[in-house]
């Protein structure tokens, strides 16, 4: 039974590819990818109800295929232990779905106690990517500070603040800073800028429980990605 895949479920998965190509998917519409070593994880719910439970060892081969023949109809189903891919009214395409396991998503909800929330626009998350890779910072951190009026994100050039370090005045090489939102908080967070290059584009509505744990909330799509802050150098895993 082949089930057609959306342009917008397409996109969707190319862009779980930046996070973890080998994705388990579930029966039903709410799939999820972490991270092979479980510091980002996202989780969609899909236009579609996928029928069957199967792993996909190469997601970007799906991608490709999809992405190559855009002007057609796209679909699939599960044939033990094949993924057939039906694109237009004649092609036919085949990739091998993975036996191995391990590296899988939880499957529960992560309760993620807020103590700050602030939105991100969609132009100033593209702002961070762009001055990221300009700059080169990707590698590096992004320090999202309260002042108890505004939300302020500083891309940086240092690895992890010490601990002992977190009340100095910072100092580094290279930096960009933006005004990004509103809270009535005084807070610190720390997030690896690469994790930001991850999201799809879009405004998000942020969820900061500052011991060690992001949630960014896409405010047009049923899309939701979970990130370890970093916590005495250290990121925090999503188990």
Not at 18 to 43: D, Y
Request: charged share 25%; net charge positive; with cysteine.
């Amino acid at each position: 039974m082949f089930i057609p895949l959306s342009k917008s479920t397409i996109q969707v998965l190319h862009n779980f590819c930046s996070i973890n190509s080998n994705m388990l998917f579930r029966e039903g519409r709410k799939q999820r990818v972490i991270e092979s070593n479980k510091t980002v994880m996202a989780e969609i719910e899909l236009e579609e109800d996928i029928p069957w439970t199967f792993k996909i060892y190469d997601l970007g081969e799906l991608v490709t295929m999809a992405s190559a023949n855009a002007a057609q109809a796209f679909a699939i189903d599960y044939q033990d232990p094949n993924i057939v891919l039906r694109i237009g009214d004649s092609a036919i395409g085949t990739i091998m779905s993975s036996t191995h396991r391990g590296g899988e998503p939880p499957t529960g909800d992560l309760d993620v106690k807020a103590d700050v929330e602030f939105d991100l626009k969609a132009s100033d998350l593209a702002n961070v990517c762009k001055m990221a890779t300009s700059l080169k910072l990707e590698k590096y951190e992004t320090i999202v500070d309260g002042d108890g009026s505004s939300v302020r994100m500083t891309l940086t050039d240092r690895v992890q603040l010490a601990k002992e370090d977190k009340d100095k005045p910072l100092s580094f090489q290279k930096t960009y800073s933006l005004l990004v939102g509103k809270s009535d908080r005084q807070f610190r967070a720390i997030i690896r800028t690469e994790h930001f290059r991850k999201l799809m584009p879009g405004s998000y509505r942020i969820t900061l429980m500052l011991r060690g744990l992001a949630r960014m909330k896409h405010t047009t799509r049923a899309l939701t990605y979970w990130m370890g802050l970093e916590v005495d150098r250290k990121s925090t895993r999503l188990n």
